[in-house]
T-cell receptor, first 116, second 113 residues
Framework: AQSVTQLDSHVSVSEGTPVLLRCNYSSSYSPSLFWYVQHPNKGLQLLLKYTSAATLVKGINGFEAEFKKSETSFHLTKPSAHMSDAAEYFCVVTIINTGTASKLTFGTGTRLQVTL | NAGVTQTPKFQVLKTGQSMTLQCAQDMNHEYMSWYRQDPGMGLRLIHYSVGAGITDQGEVPNGYNVSRSTTEDFPLRLLSAAPSQTSVYFC????????????FGQGTRLTVV
């Protein structure tokens, strides 16, 4: 079984300050991990993904995430928030090649608010 | 390249009515799936398909049917709408489900009254 926990339902930062969105996962097998972003009334867009290569993953718009197996974490960070980063962010886990169709398991989401 | 196209964008149904949400993709992806998004619950998998003619249930399949007669299309049918099915529905497709990017449609906002 696999699961993902996003530790904060809402995060508020000032423009220009760092962003940290926390995600912990549980998986019986080697996981693939993703972060998706959803802007209001839009579909989901991939920010970045980890698939057992480098543990520090760089994504679009200056975001990055580090896979830490010992902590079962995949936190999303950005050095300096921009107003356009205000959105909902989803951490997603799936498992690789188990012989059956893999499925994406979504966290409950973190709403990022960016203030002036 | 249109990606994943969902129709309609908005729909209001009366309890007991049936309808079909359409989803089409033009990327030749084998894997397609339907999710519902409810506040505070993230996205939950309803049904998925690993190729034409093959479908399976996800986490919350009750009240929904799917079929996959072509690679491109994956419609979701609500058999007898209930207020509990009020939600935003997303269709997604990917080359493989496990380690490649999933492409999402813009969503269908469904209200059942």
């Amino acid at each position: 079984a696999q699961s993902v926990t996003q530790l904060d339902s809402h995060v508020s930062v000032s423009e220009g300050t760092p962003v940290l969105l926390r995600c912990n996962y549980s998986s019986s097998y080697s996981p693939s991990l993703f972060w998706y972003v959803q802007h209001p009334n839009k579909g989901l867009q991939l920010l970045l993904k980890y698939t057992s290569a480098a543990t520090l993953v760089k994504g679009i718009n200056g975001f990055e995430a580090e896979f830490k197996k010992s902590e079962t974490s995949f936190h999303l960070t950005k050095p300096s928030a921009h107003m356009s980063d205000a959105a909902e962010y989803f951490c997603v886990v799936t498992i690789i090649n188990t012989g059956t169709a893999s499925k994406l398991t979504f966290g409950t989401g973190t709403r990022l608010q960016v203030t002036l | 390249n249109a990606g994943v196209t969902q129709t309609p964008k908005f729909q209001v149904l009366k309890t007991g009515q049936s309808m079909t949400l359409q989803c089409a993709q033009d990327m030749n992806h084998e894997y397609m799936s339907w999710y519902r998004q409810d506040p505070g619950m993230g996205l939950r998998l309803i049904h998925y398909s690993v190729g034409a003619g093959i479908t399976d249930q996800g986490e919350v399949p009750n009240g929904y049917n799917v079929s996959r007669s072509t690679t491109e299309d994956f419609p979701l049918r609500l058999l007898s709408a209930a207020p509990s099915q009020t939600s935003v529905y997303f269709c997604a497709s990917s080359y493989q489900p496990s380690n490649t990017e999933a492409f999402f449609g813009q969503g269908t906002r469904l209200t059942v009254v």
